[in-house]
């Protein structure tokens, strides 16, 4: 097993510190937010968008609408359309499963 001295694991403990922790601000449903994780601006912009477009479309519908209200009913509205596209990924595979082991019992079949 290859050993590391003080040096290198101090460097490697810095080189994983600094890529975990980038810090982004983003802006939703008018509060701002300071964030901290691993992905890129980009991406933590595009959810906060995200995010922030979907309590704006529930609290359009309400009469009374609490932030708080609002980001509980996006919470599960956004969990919701998590739980869908899961379940279809999971019927996607079980298709091509099928497929697959039908084609394979095929191949075999003919072969002899």
Avoid: C
């Avoid at 890129?40 to 995200?50: G, K």
């Avoid at 980001?71 to 079980?94: D, G, M, S, T, Y």
């Amino acid at each position: 097993m290859a050993r590391t001295t003080g040096k290198e694991a101090r460097a490697d403990a810095h080189e994983r510190r600094t890529t975990v922790s980038q810090r982004f601000e983003v802006e939703i449903y008018g509060q701002r937010y300071a964030i901290r994780g691993e992905a890129d601006q980009a991406y933590v912009n595009e959810l906060a968008r995200e995010v922030d477009e979907q309590m704006r479309t529930l609290a359009g519908g309400m009469k009374v609408a609490t932030p708080a209200k609002v980001a509980i009913l996006a919470a599960l509205n956004l969990a919701h359309q998590l739980h869908q596209a899961r379940k279809f990924q999971h019927e996607k595979v079980e298709q091509l499963a099928d497929s697959l082991i039908s084609s394979i019992e095929e191949t075999l079949g003919g072969a002899r």
